[in-house]
């Protein structure tokens, strides 16, 4: 979840949702993302809303705590069972992310889970997934998860270099996601994930090659591979501002991408987004996916985000005021916004533009056609997606892909 929240209006006390939000529903999926904002360290490159147990400190008091957070997770789905009414979608898809979601206790995280599936029922087949620090978990705590309902598990590998690792500040050591994969496995994990990063100040082909082949030797059956984005205010861009450690180039990205696709099709994945490889359809996030296809999300936890029939609202950032708010009844949400048809519109062509599917070239408006028709002569769209209604990136479109999009949404 980023840092800073954007504007908007402002959000009803009960959070009460405008009545057209949830025409057609029962067409779209509905998913649940729970923030977890604490974290042992602070990342140097980390711009998400988390907070270390020293910066809480006197910040909150006991409402900031991680002693009670789950409690207070299970009252926002308990507020969102209201909100909805009596929406009988049952819920398809659940992420814990943060922040490190496993500094708290497996039963905790459990203890989330359940209160959706008491509010609102998990659908079948349902997707469960815990991003984990390789750290945090252990063979006990993962069969506690699996026992408790997840099934897909995320754990921050970034890279299998120690330099590396040591200039974003990440404390877990070699080796030891790629033990985390298999002791997921063994808990009864289906699915499992390595996050993997490119482009670290100092980092090289070699190094970017070597996590690879570590990433792919563990046997996950899904890898993120993510370009290092140096965000202002974060540790790390004070680093490169100070010359303390170099800044990555777009070339070297590009070069790190190719890589990345090369070995991880060699080894049987496949691109369904631009930065994510699954072995099978299965193996696919759906989560992610939902969020991709603008399908319906509610996001619970400090500074979460959430999305029902084009209404996008936000949570107040800091934990101690998050959790004030859901003690008097009140919602959290600190704004929202009601997305104008046009905004959904450019909305759908910027995500999906990203999947492998690519979108439909009916979204475009005339400038944003013949952009697509260039842009097919310059090998940046799949010729035959193209002849069938839909703008589909080549891989060199892929690395492009920023461009693509600013030109397709005209």
């Not at 063979?139 to 974003?168: D, W």
């Not at 769209?381 to 920023?402: F, K, M, N, S, W």
């Amino acid at each position: 979840m980023p840092s800073v929240l954007p504007d908007g209006e402002p959000m009803p006390e009960d959070g009460a949702l405008p009545g057209h939000a949830l025409a057609g529903a029962g067409q779209r999926p509905l998913g649940f993302y729970l923030h977890v904002p604490y974290c042992a360290t602070r990342c140097g490159y980390c711009d998400f809303n988390t907070y270390t147990a020293s910066e809480l400190r006197g910040s909150g008091g006991a409402l900031a705590s991680r002693d009670n957070y789950a409690e207070t997770v299970a009252e926002e789905i308990r507020l969102a069972r209201k909100v909805l009414g009596d929406d009988p979608r049952p819920v398809e898809t659940v992420f814990v992310g943060g922040g490190t979601p496993t500094l708290l206790p497996a039963a905790d995280l459990v203890r989330m889970l359940a209160a959706i599936r008491d509010e609102f029922g998990l659908a079948d087949g349902a997707e469960v997934t815990t991003e984990a620090n390789p750290e945090s978990v252990d063979p006990r705590y993962l069969a506690e998860l699996r026992e408790g309902g997840f099934n897909r598990i995320s754990f921050g590998m970034q890279s299998a270099r120690q330099h590396v690792l040591k200039i974003l500040d990440r404390t877990h050591t070699p080796g030891r996601p790629e033990a985390c994969v298999g002791e997921a496995r063994a808990a009864g994990f289906e699915h499992v994930n390595l996050d993997l990063i490119y482009g670290t100040p100092g980092e090289s082909d070699d190094d970017w090659r070597a996590s690879l082949d570590a990433a792919i030797g563990a046997g996950p059956d899904h890898v993120s591979a993510y370009a290092l984005i140096v965000e202002e205010g974060t540790q790390l861009a004070r680093r490169i501002r100070r010359g303390e450690v170099p800044m990555t180039d777009d070339d070297v990205h590009a070069d790190r991408y190719l890589i990345a696709e090369e070995a991880l099709t060699a080894a049987g994945f496949s691109w369904y987004e631009v930065s994510n490889w699954a072995t099978t359809d299965a193996g696919r996030c759906r989560h992610n996916e939902l969020y991709w296809r603008g399908a319906d999300w509610w996001g619970a936890g400090p500074g979460a985000h959430s999305h029902v029939g084009g209404v996008r609202w936000w949570n107040v950032k800091h934990p101690g005021a998050y959790a004030q708010a859901l003690a008097e009844g009140r919602s959290p949400g600190a704004g929202r916004e009601v997305l104008p048809e046009e905004d959904q519109r450019v909305e759908r062509i910027l995500l999906e533009l990203r999947l492998v599917d690519g979108c439909p070239l009916s979204l475009l408006r005339p400038a944003g056609a013949a952009a697509a028709a260039r842009a097919l002569a310059d090998g940046l769209l799949q010729a035959g997606p193209y002849e069938e209604g839909r703008a589909v990136l080549t891989l060199r479109g892929r690395l492009l892909a920023d461009a693509v999009v600013r030109d397709l949404v005209d």
